[in-house]
């Protein structure tokens, strides 16, 4: 399989579940994201992993909690989530953050579509 | 406040004709300009980017045009098709800053 794949496509879970998020990318590259996208909203980015290191959390809630065993896996740890929790989570990925202009080129997953009741 | 933005939410365009998707952005240290296309449950994919040393980017039917003094960037697609509805996203950075992205404008091209 080639590309970003994330699991599950759709969830849906009450604010008092745990779960969590899985994102893949079989591109050899070594930076990883993940993005909130909310309805009319632009993508907003929560955390960014280089080289298996956590470099940026964009102030996200400690409810979402990201873990990056290695460069090729990334997940999204989820618990007591609030209904303005909602929106659509994308995983992406990218050739790393260093000197090169490639690192904006982002590679992105379908996303999973989380809803909390 | 939202550094880039995208005043249009939605652009409905005949087939054969030309769309012009627009982005205004307010940083003046953005250096780096990207547009993602993004179908119905599908992640965005990149399109098509300029470096703020060019004013002008094209790939196939796809053009992007940059004017560093009004802070504006354009994606003209010429001649439309019915498969480039989709929502397009702008977005800019300034190295080695993360990307910053616009609301996105949902393109229509109809028959």
């Known amino acids: 399989e080639t590309g970003v794949t994330q699991t599950p496509r759709h969830l849906v879970m009450g604010m008092t579940n745990k779960k969590s998020l899985k994102c893949e990318q079989h591109l050899g590259h070594n930076a990883m994201y993940w993005y909130k996208q909310s309805a009319k909203k632009p993508l907003e980015l929560m955390f960014v992993y280089n080289f298996k290191e956590q470099t940026e959390n964009n102030s996200v809630p400690s409810r979402f909690s990201p873990e990056c065993p290695n460069s090729s896996h990334l997940f999204l740890h989820l618990h007591t989530l609030q209904p303005e929790d909602s929106a659509l989570y994308l995983c992406?990925?990218?050739?790393?953050?260093?000197?090169?202009?490639?690192?904006?080129?982002?590679?992105f997953g379908s996303g999973t579509q989380l809803s909390v009741l | 406040d939202q550094q880039v933005k995208q005043n249009s939410p939605s652009l409905s365009v005949q087939e054969g004709r030309i769309s012009i998707l627009n982005c205004d952005y307010t940083?003046?240290?953005?250096?780096?300009f990207l547009w993602y296309k993004k179908y119905p449950a599908e992640g965005p994919t990149f399109l098509i980017s300029i470096s703020s040393i060019k004013d002008k980017n094209e790939d196939g039917r796809f053009t992007v045009f940059l004017n560093k003094s009004a802070k504006h960037l354009s994606l003209h697609i010429v001649p439309s098709q019915p498969g480039d509805s989709a929502v397009y996203f702008c977005a800019a950075s300034a190295f080695p800053d993360k990307l910053i992205f616009g609301t996105g404008t949902r393109l229509q091209v109809f028959p």
């Open positions: 992406a990925s990218s050739q790393g953050v260093g000197s090169s202009r490639r690192n904006e080129k982002l590679f």
């Open positions: 940083n003046s240290m953005f250096d780096y």
